[in-house]
Each structure stands twice: as structure tokens, then as C-alpha cells.
């Protein structure tokens, strides 16, 4: 006799969606092999459902993302792709969805955009708990969105799924009580907040300056929406919102950097915030003790080492000083007190993004370079 857990005994989820847990099981939507990634550090390995239908099973009601897709599906996912290739698609963590569900608090009677089908799990869950008839999932990716289609279907749910950039939301459908988006996002589109109808809610990854983001719960307004950062999540970037990887352009520059990487490592995520705002367009590489760097999307970069001499040289390439601005955010963060993650932020209005401190009055978006 099988000892094996089920899902709602590793993940705890509020009564309602644990209902909807029990309703739409999520090995309906998991594929027969994919790469599971434990939430739990622990390393990921390769389910096989044929070859291990034990361990598959164990996977699917475990606390582990699992990996459906890499490159857009150009590349086979395979155990010899899946560390190589970019992951672009995949079924949540399930404590990781729950957490967003309840930031969502979608009720009987409202009517939700999902932005994102993936797995069609959530989407799923989100029906069990509403009706079918009040959700409607959005997905970029026509093969993703057809195997969705098809998890659905045998599963027995019939959300509206739309094949589509849901960067743009759905132009022609109603005001939605509801936002649920499944991507990371460096720009919240104004499209959502035009698309919910006041005192709805959008919920997001907001991600934008590396792929570690912050879960955000935006409250709508008569043509605004705004929110706190409520804690750290991770998710695969927006399509349209993915950050590039251009050739540097211009010539190297050099210089002695004031702020050292491990002062940026350790600060805390706050200081992320502060160069989201006043940084503009820029992407954090890995910071450890003694390196660290950042680019943006038009071919500026900036890296920094340790010389072996207790200073830290700068290498800088492109029309934007990005270290020194970095320095500059970095000084101005500090001058504000160190404000946590939590102090901050973020509204959208016609616009654009904006980031505050403490209140949503307090708008400290700026920039310190082109």
C-alpha cells in the first residue's frame, strides 16, 4: 500500500482552494517526462511517467516547479536539453500558486483574465473555483496553448483560451474583476489596468531588474492601479518583456569603482527597487564578494572585479556610464535610511510604471542617465 502524500498534505492552500485542488488535480496537466525542480533546494531530476510512474507521481503532488518547455519549444526537452536550454515554460510550484491565489481573492461572480494558460493548471483551478464560464486565459505560445487546450479538455473545464500576446491583455472583451498574471513582468502594461474595472485587482511577478522578482497585488482606481511589494518570487519572463543580448557597442572605458559588488549583494533587495526607479532599463547580473555587472538593452554594459589590490576596477562599454549610475542610485538608496523592499511600491497609470516609497505619494521614479 502507497504511503505517497497528496498535494494538500505538503501544500497548504485556504479551504476554498484546496476545494478547487481537490477538483482539478494537477497531474492532468503535467506532461509524461519534463524536469522537476524541488522548491526545497533540493537538485532537480527527471520524471519519466512510464518508466517511473511512482516518482512521477510523487513529483506531481510535491512542491516542485517542473519544467515543460525550453527555447520556445525549438528544442526537444530532453534530459540532455533541459540544462542548456532556456526554460519558457513550466507548471508552478504549487505553494507558489497558491500564494498568488490568495493575493488574487477571486470570488464567485467575478470574472478573471489570466495572463499565461502555460499547463492550463491554474487556469483550471481558477475555473473549479468560479465557473468556467468567468475565466479567460491568454497565452502567447500556440503549441503551449494547444496542449493547454488539451489538459483542459481531459481534465473537464472549458475556460475561454485565447492564443495571443497578453502583453495587450483582451482589447475586446469586458472590464474583469480580476488580473492573474503567470509571467514576469519588467513593465506593467497600462492595458491591464484599462481592462479591470475599478476596486478590481491585477496580481503579478514583478521582475525589473533580473528574473528574482517581488510578488505585487495592484488595487484598481479610476484609471490608476498601485500596490506594495509583498515578498520574492520568480518567474519566466513576459515574452515581449525579455531582455536581450546585444553586441556592446562603443569603447572600453576604465575606472575605480566607489561602491564595491559585495556592498550591492548585501545590501538587500531594497536597493533593486531603488535602481528599478532610478536606474531605467538596466538588468543586474550575479553579484558575489568580487564581481558584479549590468546591461541594458542597447548595448551598454559595465563590469566590475577585484584587482588583487583591495580596489575594484571598472570596465564600462557603451554611451551610458551604467557603474556610475549604479553608484549614484546606490548613494541615493542610502541617503533615504536603506529602506527595505517592503517600504516599496509600485503604480501604473497612462503614464507608465512608477516606484514609491513608503506612500504612493511618494513617487521616487527618475533616472540618472539616457
Known sequence: MSTRPDLLSVVAAPPEWADAIRAA?????IPATALATPVNGDPGHWIDRAAGPDAWQRAVDSDTTILTQVD?????????SAPTGMPTSSSTAPSVVVDFLRLLDARPGHRVLEVGTGTGWTAALLS???????VTSVEVDERVAAQAAANLRHAGFAPGLVVGDGAHGLPEGPLFDRVHVTCGIREIPYAWVCQTRPGGVIVLPWAPVRVGGFMVRLDVGDGCAQGRLLGDTAFMMLREQRFPYPPPRGERRFSTA??????VRDAGRGVE???????PGVL???FDATTGGLRDAEGNYAAVAEDGDGEYAVTQIGVRDLWTELENAFDTWVGWGRPEARRFGVAVDEQGQHVWLDTPDNRVTGGFGG
Open 273 to 279: 527597487v531603488a535602481l528599478a526607479a532610478l536606474v
Open 25 to 29: 488535480p494537477r497531474k492532468h496537466f
Open 284 to 286: 543586474l547580473n550575479e
Open 128 to 134: 473549479a473555483r468560479l465557473g468556467a464560464s468567468h
Open 258 to 263: 566607489r561602491v564595491s559588488p559585495c556592498e
Open 72 to 80: 520556445d519549444g525549438d528544442t526537444d526537452l530532453t534530459p540532455e
